[in-house]
């Protein structure tokens, strides 16, 4: 009974250490947790217009919204964890065309110089 016990669990540990080792992180992602109308728009034309620099589609994009019935929403663009845009957007179709294009500027110009940012992270990781 033992033996059919240690056998089962490395049988059970070699099936689910390779099944880790073969599994594969999705990216290029552009996800959607928006409220309302005005978040569906913006999300839509992000979408739209979204083209990723060369050989950056590394990331997964999320798009958030909280909603303010008085004001409009604040419109949140991330990459993976880190939020890089961050703005009111009013329920008007110029201004969420404008908030767009500033959103896909800051994302685009963020992955450009990724590789910069990358090494200067891991210098100043290297003095502390």
Same mark, same amino acid.
């Given at each position: 009974m033992k033996k059919r016990l240690i056998l089962i669990a490395i049988f059970l540990l070699f099936f689910s250490t390779n099944a880790l080792a073969q599994k594969e992180e999705i990216t290029g992602l552009i996800f959607d947790y928006t409220k309302s109308k005005i978040g569906r728009t913006f999300y839509d034309e992000f979408v739209k217009n979204w083209s990723p620099p060369p050989g950056m589609d590394i990331f997964n994009i999320t798009i958030e919204e909280w909603v303010d019935p008085k004001f409009g929403s604040v419109m949140i663009v991330r @990459?993976?964890?880190?939020?890089?845009?961050?703005?009111?957007?009013?329920?008007?179709?110029?201004? @969420?065309?404008l908030k767009v294009k500033e959103a896909l500027e800051v994302v685009t110009e963020f992955l450009l110089n990724w590789k910069k940012y990358e090494k200067q992270l891991e210098m100043e990781s290297k003095i502390l």
């Open positions: @990459i993976d964890s880190l939020i890089l845009y961050q703005n009111f957007v009013l329920p008007r179709e110029e201004d @969420i065309e």
